[in-house]
Nanobody, 122 residues
Framework: QVQLVESGGGLVQAGGSLRLSCAAS????????MGWFRQAPGKEREIVAA????????YYTDSVKGRFTISRDNAKNTVYLQMNSLKPEDTAVYYC???????????????WGQGTQVTVSS
């Protein structure tokens, strides 16, 4: 099965930026979409962004539009989440996921990273 390894989380001041990376190991037989989810303490896991296999279609939750950008480099088997103008409410554990090509619901994702903590201070 595909394994996902995340990196790039950390502590940042409000207004700062971080770039999360998610490297996939293994070669799936079929193309797959990728997504980023996040979960804050006491809250349900929510979709942040999703991207199709080709990169031609993207989705963002309203709260991050204009600030976050999802991208992928299939030659490197890597998906990225560039996060700019970070706010304290962005604080959460961020998860990379892969599965059915282009989906926004967690149920359609088969492979998950370990999660990486993003903390935004004010």
């Amino acid at each position: 099965q595909v394994q996902l390894v995340e990196s790039g989380g950390g502590l940042v001041q409000a207004g700062g930026s971080l770039r999360l990376s998610c490297a996939a190991s293994g070669r799936p037989d079929r193309s797959y979409g990728m997504g980023w989810f996040r979960q804050a303490p006491g809250k349900e896991r929510e979709i942040v962004a999703a991207i199709s296999w080709s990169g031609g279609r993207t989705y963002y939750t309203d709260s991050v539009k204009g600030r976050f950008t999802i991208s992928r480099d299939n030659a490197k088997n890597t998906v990225y989440l560039q996060m700019n103008s970070l706010k304290p409410e962005d604080t959460a554990v961020y998860y990379c996921a892969g599965g059915r090509n282009f989906a926004i619901a967690a149920a359609f994702y088969d492979y998950w990273g370990q999660g990486t903590q993003v903390t935004v201070s004010s």
